[in-house]
């Protein structure tokens, strides 16, 4: 069953590599790299809610906890901790912690399931985000910490735009063509049938418990590749930078740019990116947040499977038949969006036996 | 372990697939099983008959640890499965198919059988693509041929017709090594043809697995199970052969007067 690869997939490989010789620093940075890690963080929810049919607004806060690890362990100019380990060290302890918070968010919002996983997974990032701003010994409280570098191997600034857009193109697609290819694997299936009827799952011998906290584990260590190429770019991370209002529009991210790929999450983060940005010199900063919510109301409205669906629609009309770029997810574009309503097909009774 | 249990397990090891101990299942007031005693041996082929309501899958839920049971003890094979989790049963090689099909609608036939097929065996979730030499893929494929599906193997299941879906239903309690089977209705909506097939595929199943079949229609229970248990109101009602039950008046009164009640 290999996959042939659509040449449309190659294209847009070859564009991404040569887009920051032809775009200037800010396009290259502000856009792109900016685009490429808020797609990162927003894959991990992709993960969870496309595959597993878990939302979790704790995502954002899996990032924000690894990129603390940097200026906590690493080196920051606020004077307050910085041990400063070396990037070898803090990198690694970054993407553990990510991973291992997510996965106790999992742990926690498992026996869970449609609104009471996003409203369980909202009160913990909800709870970071305050501990944060109150913790003054470990999270330096409001301020939180600026002056976090990027790794300089050999003297190399990898902060520098064109260095700093590669790092995130790399981390970005390693990590979607990673979800592709876990999309077939025993685990990767095993998720989507969790997905689509945990009950079955576990009368066919699955732990469905431990299927979803490993897809939680997993998806936080994406999460925290994502806050890591986070606190690079800003060189600084407070608790504004993990707040609820940015947790949600992580969540529009994945949701505005379809959750039945892995690209659709950056999809939707270049739109949001491009719309913050442009958006500001067309209407007043306060009325953006309506402008995003409006668009997130259309999109959803009218393309439940978000801008990717948008585009497997039109492209029929568009031209000629040409066939569907197979990179071998199992949920295929043409199913229906995954249900996330409170009302699961499963008898509410068979809920109080796992419970 | 006390040296009494000890000695029941000795006794029941082996000779017996399923005891059960009084179970009893509650649903608020109502009582959907109220001390059911039950013994089938490995092997043994039983239907379970009985009106609509009458508790014949909340007993398949208390096997299976779907819902867990008020009171009372069930044995699979010697041992006490009670407290264990549903997939802790699965693994020990029970098997079940659902009244109302629980499928993985997304998913193509091959991948919901190959999940099957991975669900009981080691590295159930591992996080390496398996090859198509692999034994669950071959397994999946042999799985869909047995029940009449192998022409829609890469179809996603939420396409499939309602028989297709009953086709897969069955598949699904087939993969591994099944001890024991409990199928839930699974004749009910099929045609004429789909229920030869299904009497010819319980046919085909190796001698050493036994199964509850519960089967509304006389004639599809009766050439499939050697044995029926007849259950009213939550309670074993008639134990025998087929034969003598059919010719029970009891059970005819029961049956031709509806019997809700
Ligand atoms: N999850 C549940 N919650 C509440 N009551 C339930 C539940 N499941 C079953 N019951 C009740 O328990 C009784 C037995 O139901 P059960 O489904 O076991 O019947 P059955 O013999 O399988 O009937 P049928 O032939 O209609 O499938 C019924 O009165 C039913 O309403
Ligand atoms: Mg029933």
Same mark, same amino acid.
């Given at each position: 069953?290999?996959?042939?690869?659509?040449?449309?997939?190659?294209?847009?490989?070859?564009?991404?590599?040569?887009?920051?010789?032809?775009?200037?620093?800010?396009?290259?940075?502000?856009?792109?790299?900016?685009?490429?890690?808020?797609?990162?963080?927003?894959?991990?929810?992709?993960?969870?809610?496309?595959?597993?049919?878990?939302?979790?607004?704790?995502?954002?806060?899996?990032?924000?906890?690894?990129?603390?690890?940097?200026?906590?362990?690493?080196?920051?100019?606020?004077?307050?901790?910085?041990?400063?380990?070396?990037?070898?060290?803090?990198?690694?302890?970054?993407?553990?912690?990510?991973?291992?918070?997510?996965?106790?968010?999992?742990?926690?919002?498992?026996?869970?399931?449609?609104?009471?996983?996003?409203?369980?997974?909202?009160?913990?990032?909800?709870?970071?985000?305050?501990?944060?701003?109150?913790?003054y010994e470990l999270f330096n409280g409001f301020t939180g910490y600026a002056g976090i570098e990027a790794p300089k191997p050999f003297g190399y600034d990898l902060r520098a735009p064109l260095p700093f857009y590669y790092l995130c193109l790399i981390v970005a697609a390693g990590f979607g063509l990673a979800t592709l290819y876990a999309a077939r694997t025993p685990?990767?299936?095993?998720?989507?049938?969790?997905?689509?009827?945990?009950?079955?799952?576990?009368?066919?011998?699955?732990?469905?418990?431990?299927?979803?906290?490993?897809?939680?584990?997993?998806?936080?260590?994406?999460?925290?590749?994502?806050?890591?190429?986070?606190?690079?770019?800003?060189?600084?991370?407070?608790?504004?930078?993990?707040?609820?209002?940015?947790?949600?529009?992580?969540?529009?991210?994945?949701?505005?740019?379809?959750?039945?790929?892995?690209?659709?999450?950056?999809?939707?983060?270049?739109?949001?990116?491009?719309?913050?940005?442009?958006?500001?010199?067309?209407?007043?900063?306060?009325?953006?947040?309506?402008?995003?919510?409006?668009?997130?109301?259309?999109?959803?409205?009218?393309?439940?499977?978000?801008?990717?669906?948008?585009?497997?629609?039109?492209?029929?009309?568009?031209?000629?038949?040409?066939?569907?770029?197979?990179?071998?997810?199992?949920?295929?574009?043409?199913?229906?969006?995954?249900?996330?309503?409170?009302?699961?097909?499963?008898?509410?009774?068979?809920?109080?036996?796992?419970? | 372990?006390?040296?009494?249990?000890?000695?029941?397990?000795?006794?029941?090891?082996?000779?017996?697939?399923?005891?059960?101990?009084?179970?009893?299942?509650?649903?608020?007031?109502?009582?959907?099983?109220?001390?059911?005693?039950?013994?089938?041996?490995?092997?043994?082929?039983?239907?379970?008959?009985?009106?609509?309501?009458?508790?014949?899958?909340?007993?398949?839920?208390?096997?299976?640890?779907?819902?867990?049971?008020? #009171? $009372?003890?069930? =044995? @699979?094979?010697?041992? *006490?499965?009670? %407290?264990?989790?549903?997939?802790?049963?699965? !693994?020990?090689? &029970?098997?079940?198919?659902?009244?109302?099909?629980?499928?993985?609608?997304?998913?193509?036939?091959?991948?919901?059988?190959?999940?099957?097929?991975?669900?009981?065996?080691?590295?159930?979730?591992?996080?390496?693509?398996?090859?198509?030499?692999?034994?669950?893929?071959?397994?999946?494929?042999?799985?869909?041929?047995?029940?009449?599906?192998?022409?829609?193997?890469?179809?996603?299941?939420?396409?499939?017709?309602?028989?297709?879906?009953?086709?897969?239903?069955?598949?699904?309690?087939? #993969? $591994?090594?099944? =001890? @024991?089977?409990?199928? *839930?209705?699974? %004749?009910?909506?099929?045609?004429?043809?789909? !229920?030869?097939? &299904?009497?010819?595929?319980?046919?085909?199943?190796?001698?050493?697995?036994?199964?509850?079949?519960?089967?509304?229609?006389?004639?599809?229970?009766?050439?499939?199970?050697?044995?029926?248990?007849?259950?009213?109101?939550?309670?074993?009602?008639k134990e025998g052969t087929p034969a003598e039950i059919e010719n029970d008046p009891e059970v005819q009164a029961l049956y031709l007067g509806g019997g809700h009640d």
């Amino acid at each position: 069953m290999t996959a042939r690869i659509h040449p449309a997939w190659w294209l847009l490989a070859a564009l991404l590599s040569i887009y920051p010789i032809l775009a200037n620093d800010f396009f290259t940075l502000q856009i792109g790299a900016y685009s490429l890690i808020l797609g990162t963080i927003a894959l991990s929810l992709t993960i969870l809610a496309g595959y597993g049919g878990m939302v979790s607004l704790a995502q954002l806060t899996a990032a924000g906890l690894a990129a603390y690890v940097l200026p906590i362990f690493g080196t920051n100019s606020q004077g307050v901790l910085g041990i400063g380990w070396s990037h070898w060290l803090t990198i690694p302890m970054a993407l553990l912690v990510g991973a291992s918070f997510s996965a106790l968010v999992g742990l926690i919002a498992v026996r869970t399931s449609g609104i009471y996983t996003i409203m369980i997974t909202l009160a913990v990032a909800v709870s970071v985000f305050f501990f944060t701003r109150q913790n003054y010994e470990l999270f330096n409280g409001f301020t939180g910490y600026a002056g976090i570098e990027a790794p300089k191997p050999f003297g190399y600034d990898l902060r520098a735009p064109l260095p700093f857009y590669y790092l995130c193109l790399i981390v970005a697609a390693g990590f979607g063509l990673a979800t592709l290819y876990a999309a077939r694997t025993p685990f990767g299936l095993s998720l989507q049938a969790v997905r689509d009827n945990p009950r079955r799952m576990a009368a066919l011998g699955f732990s469905v418990a431990g299927i979803r906290v490993l897809a939680f584990f997993l998806a936080g260590f994406v999460a925290a590749a994502g806050g890591i190429l986070l606190v690079f770019f800003n060189g600084r991370i407070s608790p504004g930078t993990i707040g609820v209002d940015v947790a949600i529009d992580i969540l529009v991210i994945a949701v505005v740019g379809g959750l039945r790929h892995p690209i659709g999450p950056f999809i939707g983060a270049l739109a949001f990116v491009l719309l913050e940005t442009f958006a500001i010199d067309l209407i007043a900063r306060e009325r953006f947040n309506s402008l995003i919510g409006t668009a997130f109301l259309l999109i959803v409205l009218f393309s439940p499977d978000g801008l990717l669906g948008l585009w497997n629609k039109i492209r029929p009309k568009i031209g000629p038949k040409i066939s569907r770029p197979s990179l071998g997810l199992a949920g295929p574009q043409t199913g229906k969006t995954p249900q996330f309503d409170a009302a699961e097909t499963q008898p509410i009774s068979s809920r109080e036996d796992t419970g | 372990m006390g040296r009494t249990d000890a000695l029941s397990r000795l006794r029941s090891s082996g000779q017996y697939a399923l005891e059960l101990e009084a179970v009893s299942r509650h649903f608020g007031a109502l009582i959907a099983l109220a001390g059911i005693d039950l013994a089938v041996e490995a092997g043994e082929r039983r239907a379970i008959l009985g009106s609509n309501g009458a508790g014949k899958t909340t007993l398949f839920n208390a096997v299976t640890g779907d819902f867990p049971v008020t #009171a $009372g003890r069930i =044995r @699979f094979f010697g041992e *006490d499965i009670t %407290a264990l989790p549903p997939h802790e049963r699965i !693994r020990r090689g &029970l098997r079940r198919t659902y009244q109302i099909s629980l499928l993985f609608e997304n998913l193509s036939v091959r991948d919901n059988l190959f999940v099957a097929c991975r669900g009981v065996s080691p590295h159930r979730a591992s996080l390496r693509r398996a090859g198509p030499s692999e034994p669950a893929a071959e397994l999946a494929e042999m799985l869909a041929q047995a029940v009449h599906l192998d022409a829609v193997l890469d179809s996603r299941v939420g396409t499939l017709s309602y028989g297709q879906q009953r086709q897969l239903e069955i598949g699904m309690a087939l #993969a $591994g090594a099944p =001890r @024991f089977i409990l199928f *839930d209705e699974p %004749a009910a909506g099929l045609s004429p043809s789909e !229920r030869a097939q &299904l009497i010819e595929i319980l046919g085909a199943l190796p001698a050493h697995i036994g199964y509850l079949i519960i089967e509304h229609d006389m004639d599809v229970a009766l050439r499939v199970a050697a044995t029926v248990s007849m259950l009213h109101n939550g309670r074993i009602f008639k134990e025998g052969t087929p034969a003598e039950i059919e010719n029970d008046p009891e059970v005819q009164a029961l049956y031709l007067g509806g019997g809700h009640d």
